[in-house]
């Protein structure tokens, strides 16, 4: 059975910093392609792959937390990061990793809708950024 387990979300003021985490099993982790996406309130129809990590280790993200997010993997514990820093108002959302197959990563970054074409989804986490 496939599960992706979010944890580490929480509130802090704006300029803090706080480090997701995602715990994957029932798949073969390290050939997937891995992604953060965040769906902020009153958007529940569209959701934002703000970061993305290819099974060759390759990441990009979106403009607007380039510089302050930094994705990564660790493949033995089968765990997806996001450390994310000087956190703003505006990083307030549910944060969700998901999985694809391998090479799909440079199409997961991005407003989407829907699955977005991944293939396993956790349930989130909920980031609240106050000014």
């Known amino acids: 059975q496939v599960q992706l387990v979010e944890s580490g979300g929480g509130s802090v003021q704006a300029g803090g910093s706080l480090r997701l985490s995602c715990a994957a099993s029932g798949f073969t982790y390290s050939r997937h392609c891995m992604v953060w996406f965040r769906q902020t309130p009153g958007k529940e129809r569209e959701r934002e792959g703000i970061?993305?990590?290819?099974?060759?280790?390759?990441?990009s993200y979106v403009d607007s937390v380039k510089g302050r997010f930094t994705i990564s993997r660790d493949n033995a514990e089968n765990t997806l990061y996001l450390q994310m820093n000087d956190l703003k108002p505006e990083d307030t959302a549910m944060y969700y990793c998901a999985a694809a197959s391998a090479g799909y990563c440079y199409m997961a970054r991005g407003v989407c809708a829907g699955e977005c074409g991944m293939d396993y989804w956790g349930k989130g986490t909920l980031v609240t950024i106050s000014s």
């Open positions: 970061a993305t990590i290819d099974s060759d280790g390759s990441t």
